[in-house]
Structures are given as C-alpha cells and as structure tokens.
C-alpha cells in the first residue's frame, strides 16, 4: 500500500487548534484593495474558523491533523 501524504497546500492554509477546530485565513484581502473601504478591510484581518460542513474536507486532505 502506497502512504497517506497530506496535501502540502492544505497544510500551509490551515491549523487545527487545541480545541479541535481549524482556523483559516480571511479571502479577498490580497489585491484590488484602493477599492474595497477601510471598515471591510478592516473586518477581513484576522483569522477565521472553518465551517463544520467543510471539515470532512479539510480531515481528508490532512489525514495525521488529528480531526
């Protein structure tokens, strides 16, 4: 039987926490940004969790993440 290997891409996108759930980072704060507002930058800092509909996802594509 080959290895599991962990998809490396979902490696550098996503950390799981102590608790168990697994954090992510804001989309659309990369380009473009003279014209989204201050206040909507603002809100996209940060880290957000990823929804439970997407961890089988996420736990498919890191099998030794511990989910």
């Known amino acids: 039987m080959p290895k599991m290997k962990t998809k490396k891409s979902?490696?550098?996108r996503f950390r799981v926490r102590p608790g168990g759930s697994v954090k992510?980072?804001?989309a659309?704060?990369?380009h473009?940004?003279?014209k989204k507002s201050t206040t909507r930058k603002r809100h996209?800092?940060?880290a957000q969790q990823v929804?439970?509909?997407d961890l089988v996802s996420?736990?498919?594509m890191?099998?030794?993440a511990g989910l």
């Open 58 to 60: 996420v736990a498919a």
């Open 28 to 30: 659309y704060k990369r």
């Open 51 to 53: 929804h439970e509909s």
């Open 32 to 34: 473009i940004l003279t």
């Open 24 to 26: 992510r980072g804001g």
């Open 44 to 46: 996209l800092r940060g």
């Open 62 to 64: 890191m099998p030794f």
């Open 10 to 12: 979902a490696a550098k």
